[in-house]
T-cell receptor, first 109, second 112 residues
Framework: GQQLNQSPQSMFIQEGEDVSMNCTSS?????WLWYKQEPGEGPVLLIA?????ELTSNGRLTAQFGITRKDSFLNISASIPSDVGIYFC?????????FGAGTRLTVKP | DVKVTQSSRYLVKRTGEKVFLECVQD?????MFWYRQDPGLGLRLIYF???????EKGDIPEGYSVSREKKERFSLILESASTNQTSMYLC???????????FGSGTRLTVV
């Protein structure tokens, strides 16, 4: 099954910088989700988006559901060391969930 | 606090062994999933189940089987482990009313 195209693959940033990552697909999804996976743990849901064009925030995180329903982005503002991890996008259509390959974020103090 | 629990965090098995990975959820979720996670490949679906005794193949079922005898438990079986099955295995569950999955902490399997 087709996975999503997530970029960038990795990011090395300085503490305090803003981060942006995105996900695209050739297919339409009804829901877009963003997960974070910390070392040695399973992914944890950060944000869920249910409508095309929707912009949702969760603290320093902001995500948008693309108007075409084929893409989404996640922004992290003023990064801190505990933002380190792998961020996955996921698109859901009925019972089918597809994941991006992940963006590995490293934050240097 | 709702949970998906995977029985082992780390496993080392020999080539040819039969391996069981166990997953239990306490949320009364109908749907359960097994993924494997490899660097650069993201999460790939192995098998899933929508109900007790139900199972469906995912994208990469070869070399694996599953068992769901009870609603809360979903087991992944490697019939004859091979070195290319060395990976991180993640179990997840969800119900029909919510979006997004709840994941377990993963089992890192090494086959030597």
């Amino acid at each position: 099954g087709q996975q999503l195209n997530q970029s960038p693959q990795s990011m090395f940033i300085q503490e305090g910088e803003d981060v942006s990552m995105n996900c695209t697909s050739s297919s339409i999804f009804n829901t877009w989700l963003w997960y974070k996976q910390e070392p040695g743990e399973g992914p944890v849901l950060l944000i869920a988006l249910y409508k095309a064009g929707e912009l949702t925030s969760n603290g320093r995180l902001t995500a948008q559901f693309g108007i075409t329903r084929k893409d989404s982005f996640l922004n992290i503002s003023a990064s801190i060391p505990s933002d380190v991890g792998i961020y996955f996008c996921a698109g859901q259509r009925n019972n089918d969930m597809r994941f991006g390959a992940g963006t590995r974020l490293t934050v240097k103090p | 606090d709702v949970k998906v629990t995977q029985s082992s965090r780390y496993l080392v098995k020999r080539t040819g062994e039969k391996v069981f990975l166990e997953c239990v959820q306490d949320m009364d979720h109908e749907n359960m999933f097994w993924y494997r996670q490899d660097p650069g490949l993201g999460l790939r679906l192995i098998y899933f189940s929508y109900d007790v005794k139900m199972k469906e193949k995912g994208d990469i079922p070869e070399g694996y089987s599953v068992s769901r005898e009870k609603k809360e438990r979903f087991s992944l079986i490697l019939e004859s482990a091979s070195t290319n099955q060395t990976s991180m295995y993640l179990c997840a569950s969800t119900n029909l009313q919510t979006y997004g999955y709840t994941f377990g902490s993963g089992t890192r399997l090494t086959v030597v």
